[in-house]
C-alpha cells in the first residue's frame, strides 16, 4: 500500500524557522519529522511514501536522500501551490490503480493505528476513511458531524459557528482511486473544502476514532510544546543519557541528547532541552526548556532558556537569550550579546 504526505505551502505559521528548513525536517525530539512519519507508515504497512512537496524541495531532496529512512520515499514536486488536494492528483502516476492511498498533513505526529483505520475502510466500503480526534475548540480545524455508527454525515473545514468540543480531522486519511479521480485538475483544489464535504453529503465517509497522542505541528506554540510532551515518551526520547566521555556536565532529565553532540566540562544542560545531532555545547553554558536544531554551537558561558534555536547557529561566549525567543537558523549572535526575552531573531 502506498502513502502520500502533503508537505508543500509556505509554512508561513513557522517563520523564522520555517524560511531555511521545510516543515518535514523541523527535528521532532531531536529526529526530523519525516523520519518520525516515514516510520509510522512503515508500522502501518505502507511501504512506499511519496513526499508531495513544492517549498524548498531541493532541501527535502538532498536530506532525504543522505538518510535511510524506514520506508522508501519519492518525491513529487508541484511548481506552484497545488492546496491538499491537487498534489495527490499530480502524483497520480505513481498510484496503485486499485488501491486506497494513504495520506497524511505533513505536520501531524501521532499514534494513530494505521491498520485499524484501512481494516475499517475496507470492511466499511467507504470512499474516504478519515481519523478524527477531539477537540475542545474545533474552529482551527475540520470538523466533523457523526451518525450513531460513526459514519460521517457533515464535514465543516474551519467552522466559526460551532465552537463546543467535537470530533475533528487529524489529518490522515484512507482514499480509494475513485475519490482520487472527483479531484479537479489543473489548479488548487482544498480537499476539506471540496471534497469532504460532498463524501459526508453522500453517506461515503467513514471515521476512524484515535484516542492516542496527536500533534499539529504548523505553528511554533504547538511545535514546543509537541516536543516538550514527546519528550516524555520512551519511544521518542530513546534511552540516553549522560555519555560517559563528559563526566562534568549536568543533564537534567527530561531532556534529549542527539547523534554526535559535544557537551563541555561544567555545561548544564536541562530540563526540558532537546538537542539535534552535531549540537556543540562550550564550558560552562546553562541551556534549559530549549530546542537547537542540528549543527549549532552555545559558546563559553551563554546562558539559554525557554528558545528555539535554527540550525547552524552560533550562539558567542557569555551570550544570554532571554525567554520565548526564536534565532532563525544560521545566524550569528555575537559574544557577550542580550538577546530580550521573546525576540525573533532574522537571518
Ligand atoms: N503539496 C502541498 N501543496 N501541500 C500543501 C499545500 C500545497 O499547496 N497547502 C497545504 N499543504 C499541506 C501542508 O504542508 C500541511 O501539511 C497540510 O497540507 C495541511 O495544511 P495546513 O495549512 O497545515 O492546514 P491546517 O493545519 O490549517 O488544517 C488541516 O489540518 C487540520 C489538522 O491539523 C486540515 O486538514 C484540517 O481539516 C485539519 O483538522
Ligand atoms: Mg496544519
Not at 296 to 325: F, H, P, R, W
Request: glycine share 10%; charged share 25%; aromatic share 6%.
Amino acid at each position: 500500500m502506498k502513502g502520500l504526505i502533503l508537505a508543500g505551502g509556505y509554512a508561513t505559521r513557522l517563520r523564522p524557522l520555517s524560511c531555511s528548513k521545510p516543515k518535514l525536517l523541523f527535528p521532532l525530539v531531536g529526529v526530523p519529522l519525516v523520519d518520525r512519519m516515514a516510520a509510522w507508515f512503515g508500522r502501518g504497512g505502507v511501504t512506499e511514501v511519496i513526499l508531495a512537496v513544492n517549498h524548498l524541495s531541493d532541501k527535502l531532496r538532498v536530506d532525504v536522500s543522505r538518510r535511510r529512512l524506514d520506508t522508501k520515499t519519492v518525491l513529487s514536486v508541484e511548481e506552484t501551490p497545488l492546496g491538499t488536494g491537487g498534489p495527490i492528483n499530480l502524483a497520480r502516476p505513481l498510484l496503485d490503480k486499485d488501491e486506497p492511498l494513504i495520506v497524511a498533513n505533513g505536520d501531524v505526529i501521532s499514534d494513530i493505528d494505521l491498520r485499524g483505520l484501512i481494516t475499517v475502510h475496507a470492511r466499511s466500503g467507504a470512499e474516504a476513511t478519515i481519523a478524527l480526534v477531539s477537540a475542545e475548540d474545533p474552529r482551527p480545524f475540520g470538523l466533523a458531524t457523526l451518525d450513531a455508527n460513526d459514519r460521517i454525515i457533515g464535514f465543516e473545514e474551519k467552522s466559526e459557528t460551532n465552537r463546543g468540543p467535537g470530533w475533528i480531522n487529524a489529518g490522515v486519511y484512507a482514499l480509494t482511486p475513485k475519490v482520487i479521480a472527483m479531484i479537479p485538475h489543473g489548479r488548487p483544489v482544498s480537499l476539506e473544502r471540496e471534497i469532504f464535504p460532498i463524501l459526508a453529503s453522500q453517506g461515503k465517509m467513514r471515521s476512524w476514532k484515535h484516542t492516542g497522542f496527536w500533534y499539529d505541528i504548523g505553528k511554533i506554540p504547538d511545535y514546543i510544546i509537541a516536543n516538550r510532551q514527546l519528550l516524555q515518551r520512551v519511544e521518542f526520547r530513546g534511552t540516553t543519557s549522560v555519555e560517559p566521555s563528559m563526566p562534568m556536565a549536568m543533564i537534567r532529565q527530561p531532556s534529549y541528547i542527539g547523534e554526535n553532540c559535544t557537551i563541555e566540562d561544567s555545561a548544564k544542560i536541562g530540563p526540558y532541552t532537546i538537542l539535534s545531532e552535531r549540537v556543540s555545547v562550550k564550558r560552562g553554558a546553562e541551556v534549559s526548556e530549549t530546542i537547537a536544531f542540528e549543527q549549532t554551537t552555545l559558546g563559553e558561558n551563554c546562558t539559554i532558556e525557554d528558545s528555539v534555536i535554527g540550525e547552524g547557529v552560533t550562539v558567542g561566549k557569555e551570550a544570554m537569550i532571554g525567554k520565548g525567543s526564536i534565532i532563525a537558523g544560521q545566524v550569528v549572535i555575537p559574544d557577550r550579546a542580550i538577546i530580550r526575552t521573546g525576540s525573533v531573531i532574522l537571518n
